[in-house]
């Protein structure tokens, strides 16, 4: 029973940190691998009788790797961002390239014409 309210205590800590306010994923990772860390080690802890070291060490241990993965997701969404801003900055580019080619061609146009009569 120990067990249980532990990991009620936990998904209620997660619950309303959650919704307090915007989190980053490596936030909602520490807090989602604490919380089902806890809930698994304690469960794991109560079948040798120390639910609550079983608890900490599966909140610590979840907690460090829900923090890791999230991190690794906060970096990956980072280098998209950068990535499309350099897209887009580059089809701007090209599209300056084009109107560019197309007055160069255009002016070739009139030159040629105004050589003929001559």
């Known amino acids: 029973m120990k067990a249980v309210r532990i990991v009620g205590i936990f998904l209620l ?3 309303l940190s959650a919704c307090a306010q915007q989190m980053s994923k490596a936030g909602k990772g520490a807090l989602l691998g604490a919380a089902s860390g806890a809930g698994a080690g304690a469960i794991l802890g ?3 009788g120390e639910a609550g070291i079983g608890a900490a060490v599966g909140g610590g241990i979840g907690l460090v790797a829900g923090a890791v993965i999230g991190n ?3 970096s ?3 280098e998209r961002v ?3 801003e ?3 900055r580059q ?3 090209l599209a300056r390239q084009a109107r560019e080619i197309e007055d160069m061609r255009r002016q070739q146009r009139y030159d040629d014409l105004y ?3 001559q």
């Open 46 to 48: 109560s079948q040798i």
């Open 76 to 78: 990956q969404d980072i």
């Open 13 to 15: 800590m997660f619950c």
């Open 72 to 74: 690794s997701l906060d």
């Open 115 to 117: 050589r003929r009569h």
């Open 82 to 84: 950068r990535l499309e």
């Open 91 to 93: 089809q701007a580019e």
């Open 86 to 88: 350099q897209q887009q």
